[in-house]
C-alpha cells in the first residue's frame, strides 16, 4: 500500500491471499472489547447476538429488493412491522417500512411529508419543516437531498423544544413540525402533546424522531418509569422513526418507518413503469439490500419478546444508575439528568475535550457533544457491570492525572 497525496494507492492483488492469510490481516484490525465498546454500540447480550447472527448470516444473500413480492420475506418483513408498531399504540391501520437506519427512516418521512403537501398544500414551493434545535442532523442531511429549509427553534432550559417557540416559527411554507423522542443531544423527550397540538392546528405532518427511544421507552414506560407520551396515541403524530439497530438490539443495518394510517404510506412509495423493467416499486429508498437485517430483527423479536424486552430495560437502568453515581463520584465530573439514553457527562473542573482526549488515549472509542462540551456514553445491553468498572476506573485515572499535572491537553471533541 502507498500513500500519495493523502489517498491510498493499491492495485487489485494479482493472485488473491489466502482464507486464513485474510483472517490474520483482519483480525490484527479488530478493535477489542470492552475498549471499542461502545463504536459497536447497540448490542443486546450474547446470546440475543448470537440468534441476529444466526439469522443474519443465513438469509444475508437473499434480496430484500424483492420483500414487497416475495412471500418467505414479505411475510417475515411484515411481522417485524407489525411487532414494531404494535408497541406504538397503534391505530386501526397503522403500519410501517423496514429500512437501512435512523437516516433512512427521517429521509423517508420528510420525502412522504413532501409527497403529501403537494396535495395539500399546493401553493407551497419552497417547503421548510420546524423543529427544536436539537433535531438530529440527519434532518438536515435529508433536508438537502430533498430540497427543504429546515428552521429551528430556541430550547427550554432543561433542553426540550418548546411549543409556543415552534408555533411561532411556522410560516406559508411550512410542511412538517418534527421533534424527537429523545434528542440524542440532550436525551430529552421533546413535549410532543403540545408540540404536536400545533401540528394539528396548523394542519401540518408531524413526524417524531423515535430513532433512541422507539424500543426502549415502551419498555420503560411497562416498567413505571415516568414517560412523556410520543407514539402514535398522542393526536396529529403522522409517523415515527424508531431504530431496530439502536435498543431494538438487532443487527444493522435496521431501523422502521411508522405511518399512523396506511394511506400515509402511499406518499411514502415511489412506483414507476419502466420502459424496460416494467413495474418498479421498492419498499424503500435501497434497491438491492441484503435481506439478513430483516430476518435477524424477525429473529431477535420472537426471541427476546416483551418479557425479554423488559428484563433488559430493568438491567439497562441498572446500570445507568452505576454509571452515574460512578460519574458523579470523580472530582468535577457532572452526569446530565437524561430522559432515556444516551448518558452524557461534562467536567467542570478538568477540561471535558481533556478527559475525553484522555479517555481515548486509554483506547476507549468515544462519541461527544461540541456544544455545550460533553462525553457520551452509549451503554446497551452489552455492557457489563466489570465494562463499567473497568470504564469508571480508567475515567477516575484520567481526570485526576488531569487535575494533578495542571496542563490539559484539549482535544477535538466528536460525534461522528
Ligand atoms: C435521535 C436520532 N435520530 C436519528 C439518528 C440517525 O440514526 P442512524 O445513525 O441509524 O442513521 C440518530 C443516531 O444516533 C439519533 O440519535
Request: net charge negative; aromatic share 10%.
Amino acid at each position: 500500500m502507498a500513500v500519495t497525496d493523502g489517498m491510498i494507492v493499491k492495485p487489485m492483488p494479482k493472485s488473491g491471499m489466502t482464507f486464513d492469510a485474510i483472517k490474520e490481516h483482519l483480525g490484527q484490525l479488530e478493535m477489542p472489547d470492552p475498549h471499542a465498546h461502545f463504536a459497536r454500540a447497540f448490542r443486546g447480550p450474547k446470546d440475543v447476538q448470537e440468534v441476529g447472527k444466526y439469522a443474519f448470516e443465513r438469509f444475508m444473500s437473499d434480496n430484500g429488493f424483492f420483500s414487497l413480492y416475495m412471500p418467505y420475506m414479505q411475510i417475515i418483513e411484515q411481522e417485524v412491522i407489525a411487532m414494531g408498531v404494535s408497541l406504538m399504540h397503534p391505530q386501526e391501520k397503522s403500519t410501517g417500512n423496514f429500512t437501512s437506519g435512523g437516516t433512512e427512516s427521517n429521509f423517508s418521512a420528510l420525502h412522504a411529508a413532501k409527497n403529501w403537501a403537494r396535495g395539500h398544500k399546493p401553493h407551497i414551493k419552497t417547503p421548510n419543516i420546524v423543529a427544536p434545535y436539537t433535531i438530529h442532523p440527519s434532518f438536515q442531511k435529508a433536508a438537502r437531498y430533498l430540497d427543504i429549509e429546515v428552521i429551528t427553534t430556541d430550547l427550554d432550559a432543561k433542553g426540550l423544544g418548546v411549543a409556543a417557540n415552534i408555533a411561532a416559527a411556522v410560516n406559508d411554507d411550512t410542511i412538517m413540525i418534527a421533534a424527537s423522542a429523545p434528542s440524542w443531544a440532550y436525551a430529552k423527550i421533546d413535549p410532543i402533546p403540545e408540540i404536536a397540538a400545533v401540528a394539528v392546528d396548523a394542519g401540518l405532518w408531524m413526524h417524531v424522531d423515535a430513532c433512541v427511544g422507539g424500543y426502549i421507552s415502551p419498555f420503560l414506560e411497562k416498567l413505571g418509569e415516568k414517560i412523556t407520551p410520543w407514539d402514535f396515541r398522542v393526536p396529529g403524530v403522522m409517523s415515527i422513526s424508531a431504530d431496530l439497530h439502536k435498543f431494538g438490539y438487532c443487527q444493522k443495518p435496521a431501523s422502521t418507518i411508522f405511518w399512523r394510517d396506511v394511506a400515509l404510506q402511499d406518499y411514502h412509495y415511489v412506483a414507476l413503469d419502466d420502459p424496460f423493467l416494467g413495474p418498479y416499486k421498492l419498499a424503500g429508498f435501497s434497491g438491492s439490500r441484503s435481506a439478513g437485517p430483516i430476518f435477524a430483527a424477525w429473529a431477535v423479536f420472537n426471541y427476546l419478546g416483551e418479557k425479554g424486552y423488559l428484563r433488559l430495560a430493568q438491567q439497562l437502568l441498572d446500570l445507568k444508575e452505576k454509571l452515574t453515581n460512578g460519574v458523579n463520584s470523580i472530582e468535577g465530573l457532572r452526569m446530565w439528568d437524561v430522559d432515556v439514553m444516551p448518558l452524557h457527562f461534562n467536567s467542570e473542573k478538568a477540561p471535558t475535550s481533556a478527559v475525553y482526549q484522555g479517555l481515548l488515549e486509554k483506547g476507549w472509542m468515544m462519541l461527544g457533544l461540541v456544544s455545550p462540551e460533553a462525553i457520551t456514553i452509549c451503554a446497551d445491553a452489552a455492557f457489563s457491570d466489570e465494562d463499567a468498572d473497568l470504564f469508571l476506573t480508567d475515567l477516575r485515572d484520567v481526570t485526576e492525572t488531569i487535575l494533578a499535572r495542571g496542563d490539559a491537553q484539549e482535544g477535538g471533541i466528536r460525534y461522528g
